[in-house]
């Protein structure tokens, strides 16, 4: 379990204070696949980076299974650093190695016998899909593949935890799906905690359990991935969220969102033209899979007509189908 | 000057300017680890340390070889029996001479390594030492050994001084030989068998360092 509490961070200059993150109050427990989300500049990366102490925190605590990483020595930090591994969105792999000692290399470090360590970074490398290119070098591998080499070095010394710094960032989706799945498999198959810090909305909807949205420094909401992602409360939420998504182009206007999740069965919209005799506009309308369930949502329209608003209400109220009213002007 | 005269120097030329090198890198190569590791962005960054090696460094760099030549004669004559007149009484200044400037060139190699590979293997739990062994000095290989063939011609114009200290090899064989023929040396072929041989070692050792990087460069695509 990754304990956080009261983190705070700041950077140092001759000339300048520059505050990367503040109060910062998470907790991670085992087996999470946790997604820490934010626009750049937000702090995310320093977050992830204070887990393993790459970054000394200025304030708070950073506890991994009760021990406070600002507090113990070195020797024993290195020994911590061995169970909490981490890959990078430049996957960082030696380019004079070739794969196979790449994935040594943790070996190395933690002073396995060279036997010992060969048979298990040729079976990490099979894991991982590459068991036919242990002899080539990093230039020769595609981004995705170079990736998975850094997985295959970060599992090398069997850790409880892998922080990915915006690991797929540097992937095309096909890949960047790809390399989910790897984390997924990972997490299930060796109960793998993982921290995720993105800036892809795609990316933590795909893997992640619960999410924490960081926002100038702070964290403004955290939690389970569908409460967070499908009602957002804070503002900074709600703009990474729907950033670019919901664009209605028009100003001053009243709308309806309805949201629903794959427990209806029936045609709503469908339903609510039939049945309330009302014609709707639909502005948006979406759907996604979170945590094996659909979850979607509409936005129309208001009625114009007192009468038909309250008829939809009612309707949508009998049904049990989830709705707010929002501004135009709230919509992003 | 007969043919084993050139034969002799040349082989002054080369123990002169292989077992400097080899001595320049001796204290050479650490001071530039030292460098890079302790400075601000470096491994293990510390501030006095990098701070006096820097200022060693660059007292011995902009003093004239000449001078450290003349500095380095009684320490040269306590350990090696004669202070000048024989080729590796050279030895001992010019490592002081090229040290400096092989701890600068080092420390460039060294900063080419990009920060993140040196932060994965910190989040691999290793330590400063073992970033430096598996990590620093194997990922910066290619520029050090191209690092390697600069220095050495360097220091082969440097043993142009061998001439001051009668240390003989090619330069000064070229030297003395033809001032005394003033005139029309540049018509006698031994001259330019001599300038010949000096090329043709710069060559050796500069392409010959390229060569060598280049093959064991892993960076470009092996398809």
Known sequence: ?332 | MTFIDILVATGETLLMTILSTILAYLFGLPCGIVLNTTSKNGVKPCKWLNNLVGVVVNILRSIPCLIIIVLCMPWTRAWLGIGSGAWYTILIPMTVCAFGFVARMVEQSLMEVPAGVIEAAKALGATDFQIIKKVLLPEARVSLISGVAVVAVSILGYTSFAYNIGAGGLISTVYTYFTRHTGDYMKSWEFWVLIAIIVAIVQLIQEGGLLLAKKLDKRKSLK
């Open chain 1, 1 to 332: 379990m990754i304990e956080i509490k009261k983190l705070g961070k700041t950077f140092d200059d001759a000339t300048s204070k520059t505050v990367a993150l503040k109060n910062i109050n998470l907790t991670i427990e085992d087996g999470d696949i946790y997604g820490i989300i934010g626009l750049s500049g937000a702090g995310k990366s320093t977050l992830v980076r204070c887990i393993n102490l790459l970054e000394k925190p200025t304030t708070g605590e950073i506890l991994i299974d009760g021990e406070d990483l600002c507090k113990v020595s070195k020797d024993r930090l290195r020994e911590i650093r061995k169970k909490v591994a981490m890959i990078f969105q430049s996957f960082n792999l030696l380019q004079q190695r070739s794969v196979l000692k790449n994935v040594e290399l943790a070996g190395e470090i933690n002073n396995i016998p060279p036997e010992e360590r060969k048979e298990k970074a040729i079976k990490l490398l099979k894991t991982v899909g590459l068991g036919e290119k242990l002899d080539s070098y990093p230039a020769q591998l595609s981004g995705g593949q170079q990736q998975r080499v850094a997985i295959a070095r970060a599992l090398m010394n069997d850790p409880k935890v892998l922080l990915c710094d915006e690991a797929t960032s540097a992937l095309d989706p096909e890949t960047t799906r790809s390399i989910l799945e790897l984390l997924k498999k990972l997490n299930k198959s060796l109960n793998l905690t993982i921290v995720i810090i993105s800036h892809q909305m795609s990316v933590i909807e795909e893997v992640c359990n619960k999410v924490a949205i960081i926002d100038k420094s702070q964290i403004v909401e955290n939690g389970n991935l569908q409460d967070v992602f499908l009602k957002p409360q804070s503002e900074a939420a709600k703009k990474i969220i729907y950033s670019g998504r919901v664009s209605t182009g028009v100003k001053g206007e009243k709308f309806v969102k309805l949201m629903f999740d794959g427990e209806i069965q029936q045609p709503i919209i469908t339903n609510i033209i039939q049945e309330c005799n009302i014609l709707l506009s639909i502005y948006y309308a979406e759907s996604k899979v979170i945590a094996g369930k659909t979850y979607g949502q509409i936005i129309f329209r208001l009625p114009y007509y007192e009468e038909d608003i309250d008829k939809l209400k009612s309707y949508l109220a009998k049904n049990g189908v989830a709705c707010e009213e929002v501004d135009s002007d709230d919509l992003y």
